[in-house]
């Protein structure tokens, strides 16, 4: 009888924490539907903001097929732009390119673009201080990654200007760099935009968008 009676309790210990198991799933469903909407409309927000990363940082790249990512009623326009930054012989051909394409670039223009940077960043960080418990611990760590790049943004400008003046910089003959900025910086925001853009619940193109109007 002993031993009856300590399978039952087992079996109920058991099934208890099964039905706790299941009640939380329950309402974590019920709270992430609840929530999506906003996510959907934050992940729309933030598109816009790594493309005008990737224009600043890599023009000459941004070319491609322009999309309307749906988010539920939220949406976001956007180029398709296709660079594996994964890939090792892809990201030495870019960063090469990117020494070419800066070193024709002015100290005046390049202080511009890191201008634009740390705008973008303090953008960004408006968006993040009113969703911060919207973010997906895997979509938080590469966003941070993104605004510590652009911290350096801020940083360079900084450094700039004396007494209103261009003062000679390290990279005025060099443009390692800043090419190695703008590459992480680029790398960091294309990151970002793909993981968000996999959330999206429908893709058209704009030429498709086009004939259904």
């Known amino acids: 009888m002993g031993g009856d009676l300590l399978l039952n309790i087992v079996s109920e210990i058991i099934g208890i924490a099964i039905t706790v198991f299941l009640v939380d799933k329950l309402i974590q469903k019920r709270e992430d539907t609840r929530w999506l909407p906003s996510k959907f409309f934050l992940y729309s927000r ?17 070319s491609g097929s322009k999309y309307i990512y749906e988010f539920g009623d939220a949406v976001a326009t956007t180029l398709d732009v296709q660079v594996d930054f994964s890939n090792k012989e892809t990201s030495k051909e870019l960063f090469s390119k990117l020494k070419e394409y800066l070193s024709e670039v002015s100290l005046d223009n ?15 960080d408006k968006i993040l201080a009113s969703s911060m418990t919207l973010i997906e611990p895997e979509l938080s760590s590469k966003l941070m990654r993104l605004q510590r790049v652009l911290s350096d943004a801020e940083n360079f400008v900084s450094t700039f200007y004396v007494d209103g003046k261009l003062p000679l910089f390290e990279f005025t003959s060099s ?4 090419s190695l900025f703008m590459y992480n910086a680029a790398e960091a925001a294309q990151k970002a935009k793909k ?19």
């Open 46 to 62: 933030l598109i816009s903001h790594f493309d005008a990363v990737m224009w600043a940082t890599v023009p000459f790249i941004m």
């Open 195 to 213: 993981w968000i853009v996999y959330k999206a619940t429908n893709k058209r193109s704009a030429e498709e968008l086009v004939l259904e109007l």
């Open 175 to 178: 443009t390692d760099v800043v």
């Open 110 to 124: 390049k202080v511009e673009i890191l201008k634009l940077l740390s705008q973008e960043k303090e953008e960004i």
